[in-house]
C-alpha cells in the first residue's frame, strides 16, 4: 500500500518536468518564429531617373553605408548589402549618412518578403529614417534602399589665367599660357585647387544650376575683375557663360552627365593704388647755341699763294658802318694840331733855358 503513493510521487515529478520542458520549447519555438531575417540593398539613383526606378538604378551599389536597424548597427559591403535578425512588428531603420549618400536629401524604400516579394512595402524618408512593419509570418525580408541623387556630369574643370587688364586682341591668344597654380574654387561644397598646370578638377560635380566661387578673387584679379568662359565639352556648345565677374562667383546650368570646361581670366593690374601724376616740370631753357669756330686757314706752303687747294677761304663778316666812329680826314687834322702843339711846348722850354738869372741884390 505504501509503495503506490511513492509511485504516484514519481509520476507527479517525472509530469511536471516534462511540461516545464514542453513549454519552455514551445516558448522557445514561439520566439524563433518572430524573427526576421531582414537584408538591405544600399542603392544610389538620381532624382531625374524616370522609368522602372528598379531597372535604372539596382545596380548602383553604395558600399561602406552605415545604418543603425533597431539598435544594431551595420554597414554596406562590396555589394552594397547587409542582414541583420530583427523582431517581427515595428522597425526603425536609420542611415547614418544620408545627407551626404542621398544629395537630393530623399530616399525611397521598398520592402517585399522573400521569396516571391509579395506583397511589396513603400515607404519614403526626408531624413535618413523610415519605420517599416514586418509580419511574423515572413522569416526574410529585403528592402531596396534608393538614396535620390542630384543629376550629375561627367567632369568639371577650370583653368586659372591671369591676363593683363590692358591686354588687346583675342584674350585667348594672349593670355591663355598664363596659368596660375593653388588657386582655390568652391564648387557647391567642394573645393578644388589648380595645380601646376593651372587645371582645377571637379569629379562628378552636381548637374543643374550650379554656383563657382574664386575663393581669393580680390587678391588674384587685382583689376577686379575676371572674364570667365564656360562650354560643354568637346566642341565647346553650348556655352554655359561668357562675362565678366565682379565678384569671383559664376552661376552654370551643367547638363547631366556631361564635361564642362571653363577658361577663368583673372584681370590683373599694378598692385597698389596708382600714383598721383606730380606736375610736369618746368623745362630748362635751350642753351644758346654757340656760333661755329671760323676754320682756321691752312699754313702756305710757300708757293707764294694763299694755301693752294687745300686752304679754306676765311669769310669775314662785314659789320655795319653806324656812323658813330671816326672818319680818314678828321684823323688827319687831329694829327697835325697835336704835332704843332709839341713844337711850341718845346720851343717855349728851349728860351726858358737859355734866359739869364738875375742876381739877388738884396744881399
Known sequence: MRGIPLVGRSLATAGLVFGLFVAVAATGASAQADDVALTLHVLSCPSDTTGDIFEECHDNKVKDAEFDVAGTSAKSDDKGEFTVTVAAG???????????LATDQRADVFCSPQPGGDPLSQYKSTDGKVT???????????????NRTKPTAKRLWIHALECPVDAEGDIFEACHDNRLEGVEYQIDDTVVASDSDGVANFDNPPAGKVEIEELDFENIATAGRAYVHCSVQPGGDPVLFADNTDDGKVTLDVPADSEVHCDWYNRTAAAGPTETPSATDTPYPTDTPQPTDTPEPTEDDGSGGSGGSN????????????????????SGTGFAFGLALIVLAVAGLAYGLRRPVKPNTDA
Open 132 to 146: 517599416i512593419a514586418l509580419d511574423a509570418a515572413d522569416a526574410q525580408v529585403t528592402c531596396d534602399w534608393y
Open 90 to 100: 515595428s522597425v526603425e531603420i536609420e542611415e547614418i549618412d544620408f545627407a551626404t
Open 311 to 330: 686752304a679754306t677761304a676765311t669769310q669775314g663778316t662785314t659789320l655795319p658802318d653806324t656812323g658813330s666812329g671816326p672818319t680818314s680826314s678828321s
